[in-house]
């Protein structure tokens, strides 16, 4: 009885935690609090919440192995579904406030900045991993679906990278995201095998 | 004749901070809305005019200005609020975020403030900034002013023409060139950090500094510039970039070289010597064709040399790819 009441508490709590800058934004555009840019304040609110969020979806595997417990797992899906609900947000401003929905302009931006290049692909490799984290999809894809499901590996690099490309001059911010994804991505690296594998060579010779 | 002008915009208690927040709140909603329905029409042009008029807010201890006249070169555009026009700022002296330097620029000692106005002029010399506010009759200039980031603003600046000032430093037959220094003091500018190699330093081409353009601003909306805003004087090039209108300048120098600027030693080519507003230069990373004016929801075309064609002789048979 315990453990399950346990999980939906961190259910709710992550729900929360990821509905907060949402609920954060729609309270400043109701007050007037966005400053004097609102259109940028809620394109950069939604961009670097959807990549918080991407990061934390990537945590969760190594937190269910330091922890030893399943509930981070559990948590995965959610957190990725947000991440890309906050992209598509982002994605959205930029086409209204931006484009004015002209899709001519979408081509020229996609040929001629790269932050935007990097952007885009990062959405397109996530769009599909939403569309397939149903348990009837993973059912489907069987081993393949683990094989596709890697893809948020590069497409966190590319968030990383359109952030970087489009900061003016003062990279802290987004190196410090790309410092936190080297971190998690560093992590995954087979360490012990590679470990074991300098061990036996010395222990042979 | 001079005409005393009281400032335009006199502040009734009734429209300090409040309400002034109610009118963007409103602003921005009413836009929203008129923009999902222009939108939905899929025939939607610009976002109406902000409304409601801009106002000066707080800062009751400086008293206003004396205005000798007044002039709108932004083509009847309604000024950016006040309170936009002092919390969204570009001064890397004090934090890179836009709304650091409103935040840390008040350790900016402002008196006493001296400018030392050196090189290639045969009558050198220094001068106070009550001195400066003295020497000739303070006019206001309401300019647009385009960031090189892709947005902008419209700013009541009170001050005086550039030209005649630094015609009292009698430059030289081989004056070519004016290099202005920002003032830089690790101890009242404690976030500079190191983004950009300081002191800030900009510079013109002599012609470029004694076009009627150029202007020194000292205020705005009619009172003395708030730190944040390049106190206590500071240049505004409404043809140029928003970079090139350097901030809290304590050094002018005539030069027969062209001299360095911050931004061009920082990234070359992403900033040139010249930086005049172009749609038709790209900067290397993001376009230039449009800007977002602020309190407008869409973005609008950007003009040849911001709208000030006046300044085009200036750059006759030059390139202005090579020349950006
Ligand atoms: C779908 C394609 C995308 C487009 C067209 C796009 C466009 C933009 C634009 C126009 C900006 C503002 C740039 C500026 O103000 O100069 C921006 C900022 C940003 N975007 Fe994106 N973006 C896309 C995808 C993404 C994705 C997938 C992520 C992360 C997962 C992301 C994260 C960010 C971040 C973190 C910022 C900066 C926020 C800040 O400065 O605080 N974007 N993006």
Redesign the pocket.
């Known amino acids: 009885m315990r453990p399950i009441r346990f999980t939906l508490w961190l259910k709710l709590a992550a729900w929360a935690l990821c509905l907060y800058p949402a609920a954060a934004l729609a309270w400043r555009t109701y007050s007037g609090h966005l400053g004097a840019n609102p259109v940028?304040t809620l394109?950069?609110g939604s961009?670097?919440t959807?990549?918080r969020i991407?990061l934390a979806t990537l945590a969760m595997t190594p937190l269910r192995q330091l922890t030893g417990r399943p509930e981070p797992i559990q948590l995965r899906r959610t957190l990725g579904l947000f991440?890309c609900v906050y992209?598509c947000v982002?994605?959205a401003m930029?086409l209204v406030f931006?484009l004015e929905l002209s899709l001519p302009k979408l081509g020229e931006d996609l040929v001629k900045r790269t932050y935007?290049t990097l952007?885009?692909s990062?959405?397109l490799l996530?769009l599909p991993l939403a569309l397939t984290s149903t348990d009837g999809w993973q059912r489907r894809l069987k081993r393949r679906w683990k094989s596709l499901h890697r893809l948020i590996y590069p497409a966190a690099l590319l968030?990383c990278g359109?952030?970087i490309w489009?900061?003016k001059k003062d990279e802290t911010?987004p190196m410090i995201y790309l410092g936190v994804l080297l971190v998690l991505l560093g992590w995954r690296l087979p360490w012990r095998r590679w470990a074991r594998g300098i061990l036996g060579a010395q222990t042979t010779t | 004749m001079l005409i005393r002008l009281k400032p335009q915009y006199p502040i009734r208690p009734s429209e300090i901070t409040p309400e002034g927040v109610y009118h963007g709140r409103r602003r921005f909603l009413a836009q929203l809305g008129l923009g999902a329905i222009g939108l939905a029409a899929s025939a939607c042009g610009k976002a109406g005019a902000p409304s409601g008029a801009p106002q000066p807010q707080a800062a009751g201890d400086s008293a206003g200005f004396k205005l000798d006249k007044r002039t709108d070169m932004a083509g009847k555009e309604a000024p950016t609020p006040y309170e936009d026009v002092t919390h969204y700022n570009n001064y890397y002296e004090f934090g890179t975020d836009k709304s650091e330097p409103a935040e840390y620029a008040g350790t900016l000692r402002t008196r006493p403030w001296t400018l030392a106005v050196e090189g290639e002029c045969d009558a050198p010399g220094h001068i106070g900034i009550d001195d400066l506010l003295k020497l000739f009759p303070l006019e206001e200039r309401i300019y647009r002013h385009r960031c090189v980031?892709g947005w902008s603003i419209v700013v009541p600046w009170d001050g005086f023409a550039l030209g005649p000032l630094l015609a009292r430093f009698k430059p030289n037959s081989k004056a070519k060139y004016v290099a202005f220094t920002t003032l830089y003091d690790p101890k009242q500018m404690p976030h500079a950090g190191g983004v950009l190699p300081w002191p800030y330093r900009e510079g013109l081409r002599l012609d470029e500094a004694m076009h009627p353009l150029a202007f020194l601003s000292l205020g705005l909306y009619g009172k003395a510039l708030p730190n944040q805003n390049g106190a206590p004087l500071r240049l505004t090039l409404p043809w140029k970039y928003g970079f090139k209108s350097i901030k809290s300048i304590v050094r002018i120098e005539f030069t027969q070289q062209a001299p360095q600027t911050t931004w061009n030693i920082s990234a070359p080519d992403e900033y040139g010597f010249y930086a005049n507003v172009n749609p038709g230069v790209d900067h290397p990373r993001?376009s230039q064709k449009t800007e977002r004016r602020l309190g407008e929801l869409f973005k609008r075309p950007t003009l040849l040399f911001n709208g000030y064609p006046e300044v085009a002789s200036l750059y006759s048979g030059l390139d202005l790819r090579t020349y950006f």
């Open positions: 940028e394109e950069h961009g670097s959807a990549l991407l991440a992209m982002h994605f930029y931006d935007i952007g885009f990062c959405w996530l968030a359109h952030f489009l900061v911010e | 980031e993001w």
